[in-house]
């Protein structure tokens, strides 16, 4: 193997065990708002994409209904779908190929594979899929460690597991807010939903808060 | 919440997040290059996770409420200040929203 080809598998293994241990928090989070073990475990198996996963259970927790649960989840998943368009001229893939890498299309697979650019299309290739497979086998892993954990240990207050929750949002948030701006955009997004909380039905507010991403989005600054 | 719904909230959410993963790799670029969708996608994640932590740490059905649960919210943003790892800042939460609770 080559130094260069040697450094991408480094830094998509590395990426994929770091993200796959968050896993236990889902798989904790998900069993104290009431799913079981193997609902925990498809999640994990077939969303398999963080942020959309713990935002369904999330809203579940707080009370919301299925349909809030579901929308909440499937537009944080939007931003996969811009992933696949920067990936699909880079993979070059069909069929069951195409499929299989799809379903890998997460943040941490794109970035490890956009990072590698200036080593060329190859370790895009490599980053991408041992990053992406690699974050599968562990998260799910690590989810199923996570249930049987939270499961075993009741009381989910008992154990501070739901304040686990809100904390893994803040550090999925967190990383993210790189500029003045985009930290103005999430404190008014947290104003709205307290705002808001009073006059919604549970579960709402977070769907809600979408008017925000609008409201900044929609012009040019 | 019922076993049928907890069923419905997987089914669908798996298979939408995934469809939306596929639909990436079939649409032609300039249906997704619109630049007020750029924007405005590029924005949504951080309003929802905003408003999950404001939810899941501060409300209780639908009033605010401070409780144990804030308690580990503080104890995170210090953490995160501090730039503690993502797994730091999980059972740094847990462990102080444990603590205030049992106190009480």
């Known amino acids: 193997m080559t130094d260069d080809r040697r450094q991408t598998v480094r830094d998509a293994l590395s990426v994929a065990v770091t993200v796959g241990t968050y896993g236990v928090a889902f798989g904790a989070a998900s069993v104290a ?31 919301g209904g299925a349909a809030s649960a579901i929308a909440t989840a499937s537009l944080l998943g939007t931003r996969n779908a811009l992933y696949g368009l920067q990936m699909a001229p880079v993979l070059r893939v069909r069929g069951i190929k195409r499929v299989a890498a799809a379903h890998v299309t997460i943040d941490e697979s794109t970035a490890v594979a956009l990072v590698q650019s200036r080593r060329g299309v190859h370790a895009m290739r490599l980053g991408f899929w ?41 550090g999925l948030l967190w990383p993210r807010l790189t500029t003045t701006y985009l930290r103005v955009v999430a404190l008014v997004s947290m104003a709205f939903a307290l705002v808001v909380t009073t006059w919604l039905p549970a579960g709402l507010p977070i769907i809600a808060s979408v008017v925000v991403a609008i409201a900044f989005g929609w012009r040019e600054r | 919440m019922s076993s049928l ?8 959410t798996s298979a939408l997040c995934f469809s939306i993963k596929l639909f990436g790799y079939y649409v032609p670029e300039r249906w997704l290059a619109h630049p007020r969708l750029q924007r405005v996608n590029a924005l949504i994640p951080i309003s929802l996770l905003s408003a999950l932590v404001v939810a899941e740490g501060l409300v ?3 009033s605010v409420v401070i409780d144990h649960r804030a308690a580990g919210v503080a104890v995170a943003v210090g953490l995160l200040f501090a730039k503690a790892p993502f797994p730091v800042v999980v059972v740094g939460a847990a462990a102080a929203s444990a603590l205030v609770y049992h106190l009480h």
């Open chain 1, 33 to 63: 708002a009431g799913f079981s073990v193997l609902q925990t475990c498809l999640f994990s198996l077939l969303t398999f994409t963080g942020a959309s996963q713990f935002a369904a259970v999330g809203v579940v927790a707080a009370g």
């Open chain 2, 5 to 12: 719904t907890a069923w419905i909230v997987v089914g669908a």
């Open chain 1, 130 to 170: 041992i990053t992406g497979a690699g974050t599968f086998l562990f998260w799910n892993l690590f989810t199923l460690l996570g249930a049987l954990g939270a499961k075993a240990l009741g009381n989910p207050a008992s154990w501070g597991l739901d304040a686990a929750v809100p904390a893994a949002f803040l």
């Open chain 2, 60 to 62: 209780q059905k639908t």
